[in-house]
């Protein structure tokens, strides 16, 4: 290869050896970034002549030639001056892209926006391009009919605006997992509690007004996938990557979240003025490590995991294409349910009837009914991609999310066809419907969105540099706890999970 040493230092090689050289100029790329610098008052990641000496000291007693030593010099200093110019171009980027959020927010806010019909998206986009100049000259006929378009196309916009109708403020943030957090649940009625199942597979249970951890649960030694509370009594059931489910005791001590500490207080900068830690000092938080029940018989992750009404029984979804259903008090399998053709993402049962749904990465998800000794089964195909998750409504319907970007409403007893679709423009995770039907929608684009079982936009909760999410955002839960500031929930691969209060504006 070019410049490649000799094997030899103590001979010359008589052959004439061809070097590229590359010419250094100063360029304008060059001038841009220090002018760039300069008004920024950054610096670089480190001075050039730095760089220079340490190469040079590096290469003291190598074997390479001189020139190569300037050749390879040249070539890094280029490389790095590249690297500082895309740098401050990501900065600026970045900075533009906060700005538009922010006054796509207000604009949103301001006049009630809403999403166009189902499609609607490509006609618009080609509208909006070039309202007024065609893209060729039209006949009478096609100037006739694209008239009556373009009128139909601006009724629809201009009926897709209203009055906005509710408002989001996230009130709290919690940091303190050391990896992405997958799952929150929200505590039964009565328990001001939350908890959290993460990545660092560890689960949580924490205080919802002070913040504080108070129950920390190690006893998985995989992912903690999911997380949900008992419907009675202090118990909690986590899935995780060990292929296992464990039922653990969920009893906390109320005295330690009355408990203040300084180490709560995070850096104004970082967080919001009311931001709270999770507990970094783990010496610090009640331990649990030993589970009342250990439910084993998945040779996959275990994705998710739900009691059944009366939680006499429990079902869990699993990457072995599975779903079980374990009798909660001896922990044996009652039934193993078969029939997804890829693995399974999500679980969750009915709140008041023995039925339960199951979502794969197939595209569809399947309705189970054990209401009978002949458990039935009913399959919903309406996805074009994973389905990542499906929830009951207390109106008996189901709401089902995907990556293909589209959140779709069912009747029960219906599944040929959804009620209505929601489109958006990312991928939908971990949804939540509250008790009075409004559905909150976390995207992989670090959105969260608030709709209606008729498909109908109410809000999108604010997001910023400094508050909301900064990655995707995995899971939502409402909380039903009267007098609590925050009635939504989410939980993200940033290791966060935020407290919102979301009120319509006749309550406010």
């Not at 220079?52 to 490389?79: C, G, K, W």
Request: overall charge neutral; charged content about 20%.
């Amino acid at each position: 290869m070019p410049g490649e040493p000799p094997t030899s230092t103590g001979t010359k090689s008589s052959s004439k050896v061809k070097r590229i050289s590359i010419p250094r100029v100063q360029s304008s790329t060059d001038t841009e970034l220090q002018s760039q610098l300069s008004q920024s008052g950054s610096t670089p990641l480190q001075p050039m002549a730095f760089h220079h000496l340490n190469f040079r000291t590096d290469f003291e007693d190598s074997s390479i030639p001189p020139a190569v030593h300037s050749r390879l010099f040249d070539l890094f200093q280029q490389i790095h001056k590249e690297f500082e110019m895309v740098y401050l171009e990501n900065i600026g980027l970045q900075e533009k892209i906060d700005a538009l959020n922010e006054r796509l927010e207000r604009e949103c806010y301001g006049s009630g926006e809403r999403s166009l019909p189902p499609g609607d998206f490509q006609d618009y986009s080609d509208y909006s391009k070039n309202p007024f100049k065609p893209k060729s000259t039209p006949s009478s006929a096609q100037k006739i009919k694209a008239s009556h378009k373009l009128k139909a196309q601006t009724s629809k916009i201009v009926s897709s605006f209203k009055n906005p109708t509710m408002t989001c403020t996230m009130h709290r943030q919690y940091a303190g997992h050391k990896d992405g957090v997958w799952e929150i649940s929200v505590g039964r009625p009565g328990q001001p509690i939350i908890a959290t199942a993460s990545a660092d597979h560890t689960a949580r249970v924490i205080a919802m007004d002070s913040g504080r951890c108070l129950l920390q649960y190690i006893g998985h030694s995989g992912s903690v996938n999911s997380i949900r509370f008992h419907p009675t009594i202090d118990l909690a059931l986590t899935a995780s990557g060990d292929c296992t489910a464990h039922i653990w005791q969920a009893a906390v001590n109320w005295d330690v979240a009355k408990r203040q500490s300084s180490s709560e207080d995070l850096s104004a900068d970082r967080t919001p003025t009311n931001a709270s830690c999770l507990g970094d000092d783990n010496e610090d938080l009640p331990t649990l490590r030993t589970p009342v029940r250990e439910l084993l018989g998945h040779s996959g992750v275990v994705m998710a995991a739900d009691w059944l009404p009366g939680a006499d029984q429990l079902v869990t979804a699993s990457w072995d294409r599975t779903a079980n259903l374990y009798d909660t008090e001896t922990g044996e399998i009652i039934h193993t349910l078969c029939g997804h053709d890829q693995e399974l993402t999500y679980v969750s049962t009915h709140h008041a009837q023995r039925l339960c749904v199951t979502a794969s990465r197939d595209s569809t998800f399947r309705l189970w009914d054990f209401r009978e000794p002949i458990h039935s089964v009913s399959v919903f195909q309406g996805h074009t991609e994973a389905v990542t998750s499906a929830v009951f409504t207390r109106e008996d319907k189901i709401v089902s999310g995907s990556d293909d970007r589209s959140v779709k409403v069912w009747e029960l007893r219906n599944i040929r066809s959804p009620l209505a679709t929601i489109r958006g423009d990312s991928a939908a995770n971990r949804l939540a419907v509250s008790s009075n039907g409004v559905v909150a929608i976390p995207h992989d684009n670090r959105q969260i969105r608030l709709f209606d079982l008729s498909g109908q936009r109410l809000a999108r909760l604010p997001r910023t540099s400094r508050r909301g999410h900064r990655r995707m955002v995995c899971a939502v839960a409402w909380a039903e706890e009267p007098g609590s500031i925050c009635n939504l929930f989410s939980c993200g691969f940033d290791r966060l999970v935020l407290g919102w209060n979301v009120l319509p504006f006749k309550d406010v």
